[in-house]
């Protein structure tokens, strides 16, 4: 059974910094794509960062330069490291990956999701 389990999230004052985790169970990201993806009050999910499995990185325009993706391979973790925040980032943060499991059954997950609020 594929589990995604986000953390990290908080309240931040504009400017600071804010590190998610999503640890995975039953699914490898290395040789998977994931991605972070946010929703704020009223508005839709929007993609924010994309790693694929072989490293190549996509940022949305609203958090190029300020937001990084990456992950650990051993720890099976993937990080979204937030910098110079501005309120417009508030969301709930989700982590999601579409890949092959270890049971080789392809499938679309998504983790339950970390709130990020800045505010002063």
């Known amino acids: 059974q594929v589990q995604l389990v986000e953390s990290g999230g908080g309240l931040v004052q504009p400017g600071g910094s804010l590190r998610l985790s999503c640890a995975a169970s039953?699914?490898?990201?290395?040789?998977?794509?994931m991605s972070w993806h946010r929703q704020a009050p009223g508005k839709e999910r929007e993609l924010v960062a994309r790693?694929?499995?072989?490293?190549?990185?996509y940022y949305a325009d609203s958090v190029k330069g300020r937001f990084t993706i990456s992950r650990d391979n051993p720890k099976n973790t993937a990080y979204l490291q937030m910098n110079i925040l501005v309120p417009e980032d508030t969301a709930v943060y989700y982590c999601?990956?579409?890949?092959?499991?270890?049971?080789?059954?392809?499938?679309?997950?998504w983790g339950q999701g970390t709130q990020v609020t800045v505010s002063s």
């Open positions: 999601n990956v579409k890949g092959v499991d270890y049971s080789t059954r392809w499938g679309d997950y």
């Open positions: 039953g699914i490898a990201f290395s040789i998977n794509d």
């Open positions: 790693l694929t499995a072989n490293l190549n990185t």
